[in-house]
């Protein structure tokens, strides 16, 4: 594989090694800055040393890749608000007591159906210079009004640190927020905020503004809503607006991608300007100020669409191929797209934990690297034929590529993808062009009302071909089950194939056949730990009980009539199905005792009645029982008490203090998530 051959790939590959230790293992900060030091001095040693011939070249790469990890790990330290001294975080005691917290508003994210949510920048906390950025969520019943960007606020209220998730295989919120270096909630009503009169006026600010002005316009050209906020989308980057149901039509059909601002648009950026800026002359000044206006328009774009992951991947991108237009060089695009992961994760390296981001450099990658090899194998004559040839290969090459991570993160495959892709995308090189001149005149307060509904009629005609395609459910693959093992072993499968179909030869035949064994292999041995496995577990659902019993594929589903109905249809347990490769066979009313692998379980429902005479291991509380808590433990002597979050919060806390005077172990779902026995 030509692409590791170069020195930029491991280097590259040592610099994201080394953000990847930092941020799941987390080192000190002297060790990490001490072993840079150790690193750099080496580097430079050896530099002199291998210029003098002295030792072997290997010793010097071997420094270099040595520095770029170092450089890798105290990037992802540096770029970690929670090491930073006066971030919010670091005061534990902080966390669920009222303050006065004064913040900066920094961006408007989708709404919930309770609450209107903005990421904000903290100021201070009480009278104490604080930092870092804060989840606000806001009462939709008591404000009226969002707030832009910039607006100072003080608010009255108890910040929320994250908490893992509750339940099994469920997706970790707390741990996503993290990512994004917000480290905790702060929910509010509008009588807890007082708005400042101050307005912070930066880069953030303006591109608020101008978005918020390209759309006022439209709007003002009584543009349809829903049309409007897919426009938003393809255009400028924004997806809060869309509703549930048009984000699932194009998820289904495999177009969720071109909702998201990414290589796709850049690149229509780039030809677009280019070919407005042709009648310059080729003169080194003329070809000068071309690569100018290029790189401005480019990264106004990116500004404007808020600077997702995905939209600097592509800025960052094509900025180098327009600088390679410019210096006339044969730009190897693998080194343009390395450089432009160094560069994107040297300043921002939690954008590594992006899925966008993972999904967007896998995609493109695949694309110049397979592509040209399924181009081949047909050439066409006509050039109707090569350009919808052309459409099918680079959308077969994305999606050989990302299919595995879509698996892993999200659990389903659109079948036809190839097919919404051949008929969107010369439809929406369309769009592109005729939006992109919309947004320019309604930031420039003239909005054609011909020109509004062109583009209008077009994204109606889009939503309706996606709506289509993707109420064609039979070929939509949901709910695969897949873990980290089987995804590194289907891409080693992947890699090795197109490695022997490249070049083939009898040893790449024999890396590939490998790659087939070890991928049998790990699927044999994930599904032989499943056959093996046996446990019990009391989930953490609101007002309600849910416990399955699990023995190896087989779940074993214990609830009451309601639940037993719907089950089917409850997500918490459809992800913990699919986490644990099984399936739900056998469904039974709640009992008051449950019997698992030689441990008796005493349930205790809301009629507070229990048998006198039977010693069980575990007591499981539903539902809030009334009865003499005290008594009911001298009598019936458990080892251990589980409450789940049917019971209320007030009962639970005299509960868990009973349990500890009685040294008796206490796990409420509520607070420390699900109870597992094996």
Known sequence: MKVLQFPLARITIGFVT???????????????????????????????????????????????YFLAFNIGTSTQIIHTDSFQENNYSNGKSIFNQPHLVAVTVRDKLRSTAYHDRYIVLVNQVDDVAKSGRLLLNVRKDSLTHTFETGTHLQINGSLYQNSPSKNPNQFDYGQYLESK????????????????????????????????????????????????????????GQQQDI??????????????????????????????????????????????????????????????????????????????????????????????????????????PSFLFDVGFQLSYVALFFILWLQPLLAGLWLPKYVFAKYFWEILTVSFAAQMGTFPLSIYYFHQFPGLFFVTNLVIIPFLSVIMGLGVLVMVLA????????????????????????????????????????????????YLLLIATIIWFKKPSFNRLVLALSTIIIFQITYFQTHWAIQHQS????????????????????????????????????????????????????????????????????VMDSLGVYPKDIRPDIVLFTQSPKINFERFLETMKPKMVVADASNFRTIQKQWKATCLKKKIPFHATAEKGFYRLD
């Not at 280019?274 to 500004?303: A, D, E, Y």
């Not at 600077?307 to 191929?321: C, D, E, G, K, Y």
């Not at 071909?465 to 064609?472: G, K, V």
């Not at 019990?536 to 309600?544: A, P, Q």
Request: aromatic share 14%; charged share 15%; glycine share 4%.
């Open 181 to 236: 270096q917000i480290y905790a909630q702060l929910y509010a009503d509008a009588s807890d905020i007082k708005i400042g009169s101050f307005i912070t006026k930066d880069i953030w600010y303006y591109t608020s503004k101008l978005r918020s002005k390209i759309i006022r316009n439209l709007e003002k050209s009584n543009f349809n809503k829903a049309e409007l906020h897919v426009a938003v989308a393809l255009i400028l």
């Open 443 to 490: 930031a420039l307060d003239s909005v054609p009302l011909f020109l509004a509904k062109s583009l209008e009629w077009s994204i109606f005609i889009l939503n309706k071909i996606i709506n289509f395609i993707a109420s064609l459910e039979q070929f939509i693959i949901q709910e695969i089950s897949f873990n980290w093992q089987l995804l590194w072993s289907i």
């Open 18 to 64: 080394g953000i990847l230790v930092a941020y799941y293992f987390k080192p000190a900060l002297s060790f990490v800055f001490g072993l840079l030091f150790i690193a750099v001095c080496f580097f430079i040693i050896l530099y002199f040393i291998s210029k003098n011939k002295v030792v072997a070249p290997i010793y010097f790469g071997l420094a270099t």
């Open 535 to 602: 446990e019990l577990v009391i989930f953490n659902t609101k007002k309600s009980t849910l416990i399955t019993e699990r023995k190896g594929e087989k779940i074993t589903l214990y609830a009451n009539d309601s639940l037993l109905k719907t089950a089917l249809d409850n997500k918490t347990l459809a992800s913990y199905s699919m986490g644990n490769f099984s399936s739900l066979k056998v469904k039974k009313r709640l009992q008051n005792l449950i019997y698992f692998n030689g441990k008796k379980i005493l």
């Open 243 to 348: 509703s549930p149901e048009i984000i699932k039509d194009y998820q289904f059909a495999g177009a969720v991608h071109i909702l998201s601002v990414s290589g796709l648009h850049i690149g229509f950026i780039l030809l677009f300007v280019t070919f407005l800026l042709k009648p310059f002359p080729n003169t080194k000044r003329g070809s000068f100020l071309k690569l100018i206006v290029i790189l401005f328009s480019l990264s106004s774009f990116g500004l404007i669409a808020g600077l997702a992951p995905s939209v600097l991947r592509s800025v960052t991108m094509f900025s180098f191929v327009a600088i390679g237009m410019y210096l006339r060089r044969s730009t190897n695009i693998f080194h343009t797209l390395l450089v432009s992961i160094l560069l994107i994760l040297l300043f921002q």
